[in-house]
């Protein structure tokens, strides 16, 4: 499997403010790579470097193997993508803004027009003007531009912002559609945890323009943590009768209500039982397991902490 994206040291600053910090990404072919941070922590500008909209102040790019300089445009070519939020000519068709990127892009393929806009599931809408559409739609139709010159790579900068569970659901099979059928290398960019887990082959958790961790899904399954979360009255309490009387120190303490024990060699009945001897309201308390949002608060915030 090829590296279809390299990234290396990447930085940029605006008036002396580093916003993107040193990141360095590897991109493999065929994958969907879930570019994975809370909102401003510059995803959106890694993506603009990408494709050249805006300039690092240092490091390097690398797209099918060719560097990305400041006069390379070519490879764009290569490339579907949507920043931020696509723009339409509203009163004209889907079919008629379609052609109109044809005509740009210089291609004369109108069975082509035909074919994506079945491929995103907007078949039989093509005679229908843009402003008619809902968030979702345009979203589809935004993908069906990006993807009308069969692209390698396909970038989306948080397509599923402001779309209901259905728009959701429906852009994450379109992306896992485009992936297995199409073979296009995916980098799409989101802050829902959820979302993400359920399409990547590999994860990039970026943080105040630093990337914290890039990581193969399969492997945070693998390393699954399990967990008891206990929820009390009072955590503060709870976390010293843990500590003093049962010696546990893996713990966090996630709110005033919330603890989660991590440490193995306790038993659930032991704890529950000591809880309630020292008059702590024990109000469930079970056996959990951690998933990708676990991992991601638990780099966000630097690891678990005792109380």
Sequence with gaps: MGTMIMINQLSKAYKGNEIVSNVTMHIESGE????????????????????????????????LNQPVLQTSFQYLGHIGSIIEYPVFYERLTAAENLQYHCDYMQIHAEDRIHEVLETVGLTGVEDKKVHEFSLGMKQRLGIARA??????????????????????????????KLKNECGMTILVSSHIVSEIESIADTIGIINHGQLIKEVKMSEIISENVEYLEIKVTDSKQASLVLERKLNIHDYEAVDLETIRVYQ?????????????????????IGTQQSNLEEYFLDLIHGGRQHA
Excluded: C, H
């Design 147 to 176: 993807i009308l010159t069969k692209p390698e790579i396909l970038i989306l900068d948080e397509p599923i912002n402001g779309l209901d569970p259905v728009g959701i659901k429906d852009i994450r099979m379109l992306l896992l």
């Design 32 to 63: 969907i790579y879930g570019f994975l941070g809370p909102n401003g922590a510059g995803k959106t500008t890694i993506m603009k470097m990408i494709l050249n909209l805006v300039k690092p102040t240092s490091g390097e790019i690398f797209v």
């Design 264 to 284: 193995q060699d306790v038993s659930q009945s032991v704890i529950n039982k000591e809880l309630v001897l020292n008059n702590i309201v024990v109000n469930r």
